[in-house]
Structure formats: C-alpha cells, structure tokens
C-alpha cells in the first residue's frame, strides 16, 4: 500500500498522540497495541500525502474541518455492524436495567426503547429478538422500540430488513430459523419483527427532529458521537437527557464514555457493563 | 402484552405541552418558565435564534438549575456571536465553578470568535483568568497558538501559567519553541515540575 | 502495592505525578477529571489514596470528592491540589473531606512524604 518508505513514528509521537487523541475521544491505547495504532497512523499519512508524523500530526490538530480526525477514529475502531455487536449491554438490558424500571413502574404503559443509529436496523432488531429470547415479562409488559437514523437510504433497508450473511454470523442457528428467512442467499428478518419496529429519520443536530422524540426508558447510542466535535457532542447528550423519562438509562459503544461528554448523567455500573442514567429526581 | 409498534413521542405525551408555537417570542418568554424541562427545551431550541443571545446570556447570570445552565452554554456555543461569546467569556470572572469550567468548555470550540479576544485575556491581571484562557487554547484549531504559548512562557510572572502552557506545547510546540522552553527552566530553576515539562516537550519537539 | 488515583485534566501533569509516585512504589490510575474517577471507581473498585486537582472540566475537584464521601466504599485519604493558594480554596478542600491541600507545582520532596503519612507508611525510606 505504502508507496515511499514510510517515516518512523518515534515513541514520543506515539506518547503525544496517544494523548491528544485520548483526550478526543477517550479512547486509550494501551502500549501493546502500538504496533495497530502505528500502521494506523501510517496509512492515514499515506492517504493525506503527509510524509512526516509531524505534518500529519499538526493537520490532525488544526485541520478546521475536523475531517481528518473523523477518517482517522473511522480506521482506529473497526466499526462493522451486525446482530448482537456488544451483545453484553443487551444482557444488561434484559437482566439490569429492565428489572429495575420494571420495579419502579406504577402503571402498565409500554416501555419505551430507542435505538441510535438504526444503521441497517441490526440494533433494534437485535434488541427486539434478545427480548424476545430472553425477557419472561414481555408477557405482561409492552416494549415499544423505535430507531431512527438521518440516511434515508439506510432506513429504507433498515425497513426491508434483508442481510448478508456476514450480519447473522452471531445468530444462533435456531434464532435465525426462528426470526429470519432465506431470500436468494440472504436472510430477510420476519416481518412481525419489521412490523414491530418503527423507524424514523432523525438528524440528532436537529433540535426539532430531537424534540419529536420524547418519553423513552432507554437510549441506545452505540459509537455514533464519538465521531462528533465536543460540542455537538454535548449539545446531542443534552438532547438525549430531555429524550428519557426520569431515571432512563443510555447506553453507549464500549470505547465511549459519557465522563467526557456532559456531566448530566449518573454512572451506573451494573455486573454486564457501564451505563448512564437521568437522575430519578430529575425533572 | 408483546412488542408493539410505538411512535417518537407517545400520544398521551403530557396534554397541551407542545401545543404552543417555538418561536422567538414564546421561546424567550419559556427560557423563564418554572420547569426546568421547559427552559432547557427553551434554551436548546433559541440556539437557532441568534437575536436571543443577550437573553440567555441574562439567564445564564441568573439561572439556578444546573441541567438548565448548561444547556444554556452549549447554546451560547453554538450561537457564538459576537454577544454570546463575550457572554461566556464573562464566565472566566465568575466565582460559580460550574459555569466557569462549562464556559471553558465550550469556549475550547470556538477558534475563530474566540481568537480576537485572546491576547487580551492572556493578560488578564488575574492568573486564573490567565490559566483558563491557556486552557481555551488546547483545543483552539488555530495558527498562532503556538505563538501565544511562546509568549506566555518568556513573559508570564505565574509559574502555573507557565506550567499550563507548558502541558499544550508538549503537544503542538515545533523547533520555533526550542529557545523559549530553555529560557523558561532558566527563568524557574527552582521547580522540578517546570524542569520535568520543559524537557519533556522538548522531547517531543524533537530536541531534547 | 498501594494504588493512588491521580486525577488531573492536564497531560502533563498526571505523567509528573505517575513518574514521582511510581518510582516511589506505588500504582497509579490516571483519571481526566472528577465524573471519569468516579467511573473508575465503578471498574476498578476503590484506591488507597487520591490525588485530586481542583479545577477540572465536567465535575471538579470539590465535585469528586463529595461524591466520594457519599459512596459507600472504604475511605481513602484525599489529597486536593489547586493553583491558587487563597484561604478560600484550602478550606473549601478541607471541608469537602480532603485531608490535605497542596498548592501547584508540586515537588517531589513535599509530597512523597505527605503521601506516605496519609497512607500510614511513616517516612522511613
């Protein structure tokens, strides 16, 4: 790929941008991981014609557009979609955080899950089935999930529900039996399922589109504002705090943390994984 | 009881609630009302008015809901007029720690209206005020940053004025930094801290 | 080993503090600022010792270490470092339930030993 000799990220470039992209977006890379993040760096030199880490590294920095640092956390995190990504915060659904909203909820209105962004709709579908499989009170409870995503494109595909076999490869064969049907060597998700799941376009910049969303018990905004500036950051967790009834719970990629985007939030750690929570006091 | 096809907002969503018209009127008139969930749905929503500045930036003196304040300031920040800049860099004075820190948050995103404003604040005669404006600076995508630093470190009297500054050089400083780094261990030379930093953006630097 | 939580929005200075507690024996986590500490706490369970700047992004120092106080986990000792050395901040720190309160840049000489007391280790070595 590399044309030209690549140039040699010295140990204090890597400690420097270690740092600064630490302080980006939160994520860390551990000392093992340097030989990843250094062919990272250099293919994202390549592409930009930057020949030393000093040239790219000050691009990275002031670049006003912020486009580069958006190319670059595209290569640093490998984001493939497909059913049952991260299934652990879905365990943490079913067995934390749905107990409790259930054991607090003084009426039997439907509880309400929203999934950011639908992408191709392997989130909510993938919440719809672990509920399902594994939540006994779906019996008495209704749950209503909506998912939405600003590509109109993608939440018509999202609608038709139809996927390659890579999506399904964490299907259990007998879920995919179950929820799925073979379409000339794809699998098209029942259309039970895609009656059940309401998809909606959404630009979470928009404060409009953010303020017809309203009343959810969870969020699911998994590695999506990662890929924002700080403050459209903060201004789209705000917006999510106004989305959740109080005591609500948002749950995000591993690699992100609400510590450095708004302190409106509670940290709750239950024994499946990290969550944020809009207080129960607060109004 | 199952899955069920819900809708974004639900019907029975509290009656009349969004049944009055968002514009700037109502909106000014709402940043005042006693729910805190109304004045921050106010204050998110006046962000595309920008003849609402001087409002919010009267309700962010005055506002005692914490949730509420900082939505103002992401508003103000994303409005960044003239008015609502010098809003939040009224903040740096301000003895309230949480609308200080969020003002520097968000100031930090601010490049170009902020730029104007910095070599005043840089000599600011409160070392605090000093401390944050280098603080704005860290993520200021902007070319003279590193001049800015330059200068903090040769003239600045506050040893932690300089030492902020240090910590930013160590990530954006060049060969152009090299003299002032040497002049500043010279200028402290009774502080392990500043000997520590200095070497270590010279390092990075290239020089060390 | 006695693990220490080093909480600091500054780069630099939390690398100072690691290579000053480090060398001296003990573990150090970094934090960014108050909410990021209080989510270690949540993963990484409790520290013997916390080095706690004042003014930080999102939840200051006052703001962590009140947090703190209210958990219910084992105390550790606190030790809150600000810039400014007005009354105001040392009695602040103190009354948020730091043991004790240092004013930037600190020196290795002046704090080891602090650290050690805190942590019961006496100054021996």
């Known amino acids: ?283 | 009881m199952a899955l069920k096809k819900g809708q974004p907002t639900p019907a029975c969503h509290s009656p009349g609630e969004r049944q009055e018209p968002r514009n700037l009127e109502t909106l000014l008139q709402t940043l005042l009302d006693e729910d805190p969930m109304k004045r921050r749905w106010a204050a998110r929503d006046l962000a595309e008015h920008p003849a609402a500045a001087v409002a919010l930036v009267t309700q962010l003196q005055h506002e005692t809901d914490t949730t509420v304040l900082q939505v103002i300031v992401t508003s103000l920040g994303c409005m960044a007029n003239d008015v609502a800049v010098r809003g939040l860099i009224d903040c740096l004075y301000s003895e309230h720690a949480l609308r200080r820190n969020a003002a520097i948050e968000v100031l930090k995103e601010l490049p170009e209206p902020v730029a104007p404003h910095m070599g005043q604040l840089l000599h600011d005669p409160d070392p605090d005020v000093r401390i944050f404006a280098v603080n704005v600076l860290e993520s200021l995508r902007h070319p003279n940053v590193e001049e800015w630093l330059i200068e903090v470190i040769l003239k600045d009297d506050q040893v932690n004025v300089c030492a902020t500054a240090l910590d930013l050089l160590g990530e954006v400083g060049s060969l152009r930094a090299r003299e002032a780094l040497q002049t500043l261990k010279q200028r402290f030379p009774q502080e392990p801290y500043i000997r520590f930093a200095a070497d270590l953006a010279l390092k990075r630097i290239g020089v060390g | 080993m006695k693990r220490i939580l080093v909480i600091d929005d500054a780069a630099t200075v939390r690398l100072y503090h690691r290579e000053i507690l480090e060398q001296a024996g003990f573990a150090v986590t970094e934090a960014i600022n108050g909410l990021e500490a209080l989510e270690k706490l949540e993963t990484e369970g409790h520290f013997d010792l916390y080095l706690v700047d004042i003014n930080m992004p999102k939840l200051d120092g006052y703001g962590f270490l009140k947090a703190l106080r209210e958990k219910n986990m084992p105390q550790a000792p606190a030790i809150m470092i600000s810039t400014e050395s007005s009354p105001r901040d040392r009695e602040g720190a103190l009354i948020a339930g730091a043991n004790l309160y240092m004013i930037k840049p600190i020196r290795p000489e002046q704090l080891l030993p602090q650290v050690r007391g805190l942590l019961g280790e006496g100054d021996s070595s």
């Open chain 1, 1 to 283: 790929m590399l044309v030209q000799k690549p140039s040699v990220i010295s140990d204090e470039d890597f400690q420097k941008f270690r740092e600064f992209f630490y302080r980006k977006t939160g994520m860390l890379f551990e000392d093992g991981k340097r030989y990843f993040v250094d062919k990272r760096l250099l293919e994202r030199m390549a592409a930009t014609d930057n020949e030393s880490f000093r040239s790219y590294f000050t691009m990275l920095r002031f670049q006003a557009s912020g486009a580069e640092l958006q190319a670059l956390i595209n290569a640093m995190t490998v984001n493939e979609t497909y059913f049952f990504r991260e299934e652990y915060q879905f365990r943490c659904l079913v067995d934390s955080i749905l107990r409790e909203i259930v054991a607090r909820r003084s009426s039997f209105r439907p509880i309400r899950i929203w999934s950011v962004p639908s992408s191709s709709g392997e989130e909510p579908y993938g919440i719809a089935i672990y509920l399902l499989e594994h939540w006994p009170l779906l019996e008495q409870w209704d749950v209503e999930i909506i998912s939405s995503d600003i590509d109109t494109r993608i939440l018509e595909q999202a609608r038709n529900g139809l996927y390659a076999a890579r999506a399904i490869q964490n299907m259990p064969g007998p879920l995919l039996k179950k929820y799925f049907r073979r379409v000339d060597g794809h699998y098209q998700i029942s259309q039970s399922l895609r009656e059940a799941v309401e998809f909606t376009r959404v630009n979470v910049h928009d404060t409009a589109d953010m303020r017809s969303h309203r009343q959810f018990d969870v969020i699911f905004c998994r590695n999506l504002l990662i890929y924002f500036d700080d403050l459209s950051r903060k201004k789209t967790a705000e917006s999510f705090f106004d989305a959740l009834n109080p005591g609500g719970f948002i749950c995000l990629g591993h690699s992100e943390s609400m510590s450095r985007i708004s302190s409106l939030f509670q940290i709750r750690r239950f024994p499946e994984a990290i969550v944020y929570q809009k207080p129960l006091e607060a109004r």
